[in-house]
């Protein structure tokens, strides 16, 4: 299987060189050639495996120029029972009688962002050796707070890799600010950034695209790389996870097979929603896709009017990780519904970013409106939904999850869909834990650890050893920098 840019449907590119690469030259994203597809016969045979061999069957079909040995190999080493708790890896939860929570944060850094992360430097490195690559992979990385760690976590101490991370300031909460300054690896910096994701996350696309800065690298027998979710590499294990959700739910005899199920996921970027959709065009029986926004409802308002426009106020939330206005992977799904139309999606996003709008055609809203519904909801809304379901259905849930639940119930509402549906379930409540405390409890300690405690407490849930053990570890990154000077940041850390 090929790939092609989304900015260039004549670009031609293989699965490794698409992961080596990140983001196409031409400033699009790689996106395969054409869709594999499942049967429900497929997907009966993936519901009595293990997540391992489901990944594997999956990967397979995305990633043809690796061998079995190496698909195996990055699997193996990836998505072990002792890093995810289980064997089971991801976890399905009933919430009530019409949603399962699919809780996909049960890996080393306790947000989702490990079931993609724990992966890709795998999937990466063994793409430089199918590549005949010598260089030193670069990776920068632009997070809104849980990529940064899962990230860190993946990448330390791989060898041939250094990685780079850039957080918004005051855009990350104190939990996982401490999970990304204390990171050991002798490969790994952390620096933070005066200024909001999307700030972080255009600078760090500049210097993608930056050839002097290129050609420097080169020289110095380095190469760029990216592990935020524009690259494939990071795409293709979500995938993975809603197929396997799939077969689980049939394996459970919760649903029977070709049983309609619909997804709602809290989002940010985009790309676990997309990963979804993908799944969907696959073959899995997913129906309607729910796309829940937090209050930066850019997303809701492009799915509702067919206008995407930042031109808005930026809300830091107590859902950090879905404060964004630039959702990078939407660009995916436009290239698919408009019918892989490279210089209609090259217009949108000149459009974008000379104005900050684009508006798509009626024929491409209604295919829009056809897979996804958005939604939204404020701090208090999530707050007030935390307590509820914590309250009636003993279901503990963090600030991202709660928006999601809180979506989802409009959405029934609305609708009177009562299909079965899949809430993702992004983090684990401890990584936020003064926003669930407070949002389930009337008092709130002022240290972080002395609100785990109480936590705890009420819900029985245990710690994670992952959180609980930085309370010891020393911060090792305390750098602070504007981010007009992020590209004199790199050259200087790497030494050109
Ligand atoms: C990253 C993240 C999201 C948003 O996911 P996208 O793939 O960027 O849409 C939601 N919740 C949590 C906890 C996250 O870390």
Redesign the pocket.
């Known amino acids: 299987m090929m790939f092609k840019s989304t900015r260039d449907s004549a670009v031609r590119v293989s699965a490794s060189e698409a992961i080596l690469k990140g983001l196409s030259a031409d400033g699009g994203l790689f996106v395969p050639e054409s869709f594999p597809t499942l049967t429900l016969d497929d997907i009966e045979g993936l519901s009595e495996k293990s997540y391992k061999e489901r990944a594997i069957e999956v990967l397979s079909l995305f990633l043809s120029d690796f061998s079995d040995e190496q698909l195996v190999s990055c699997v193996e080493r990836a998505y072990s029972a002792k890093k995810f708790g289980s064997d089971s890896i991801i976890r399905i939860e009933e919430l009530n009688d019409t949603a399962q929570m699919l809780e996909l944060?049960h890996g080393p850094t306790c947000?989702?962002?490990d079931m993609a992360l724990q992966i890709l430097p795998h999937l990466l490195t063994t793409s430089a050796q199918i590549q005949h690559c010598e260089n030193e992979i670069v990776i920068l990385v632009a997070t809104?707070?849980?990529?940064g760690k899962a990230a860190l976590e993946g990448f330390c101490d791989v060898p041939g890799t250094r990685m780079i991370v850039f957080y918004p300031e005051d855009g990350v909460s104190p939990m996982q600010k401490r999970q990304m300054t204390t990171q050991e690896g002798e490969n790994v910096a952390v620096c933070a950034i005066k200024g909001n994701f999307d700030d972080a996350q255009t600078a760090v696309k500049t210097i993608f695209v930056d050839e002097e800065l290129r050609a420097s690298m080169t020289e110095n027998g380095k190469q760029f790389s990216s592990a935020n979710?524009i690259n494939w590499g990071r795409l293709v294990p979500?995938v993975v996870y809603y197929v396997a959700a799939y077969a689980q739910l049939v394996q459970d005899e919760t649903i029977k097979l070709g049983d309609t199920v619909n997804v709602c996921?809290?989002?940010?970027?985009?790309?676990?929603?997309?990963a979804a959709y993908y799944a969907k065009k696959m073959g899995v029986p997913f129906g309607k896709l729910i796309c829940a926004s937090n209050e930066n409802n850019v997303l809701t308002d492009f799915i509702r009017t067919g206008t995407y426009d930042k031109n808005r106020a930026f809300h830091a939330t107590i859902?950090p990780?879905?404060d964004?206005l630039i959702?990078s992977?939407l660009e995916r799904l436009l290239y698919d519904l408009c019918g892989e139309d490279d210089a209609q999606v090259r217009a949108w996003y000149e459009s974008l970013a000379k104005t900050g709008t684009f508006t798509i055609s009626d024929e491409v809203k209604e295919k829009l409106s056809e897979h996804f519904y958005g939604g939204c909801c404020d701090d208090t809304r999530t707050k007030e939904t935390i307590r509820e379901a914590f309250e009636e259905e003993s279901y503990l849930c963090?600030t991202?999850?709660a928006v999601a639940v809180s979506v989802y119930e409009d959405y029934k509402t609305q609708t009177d869909d009562d299909t079965l549906t899949l809430i993702?379930s992004?983090?684990n409540p401890y990584?936020f834990a003064q926003s669930v405390l407070s949002a389930v409890y009337d008092e709130l300690p002022a240290d972080e650890y002395d609100q785990i405690d109480t936590l705890c407490r009420l819900s029985g849930l245990s710690v994670p050893k992952a959180l609980s053990e930085l309370k010891e570890k020393p911060v090792r990154f305390t750098g602070s920098i504007p981010r007009e000077t992020i590209k004199e940041t790199v050259a200087e850390m790497l030494g050109l």
């Open positions: 944060w947000a989702f962002k809104s707070g849980d990529t979710s979500q996921v809290p989002t940010g970027n985009f790309g676990n929603i997309l859902s990780s879905m964004i959702s992977n963090d991202h999850t993702a992004t983090a990584k």
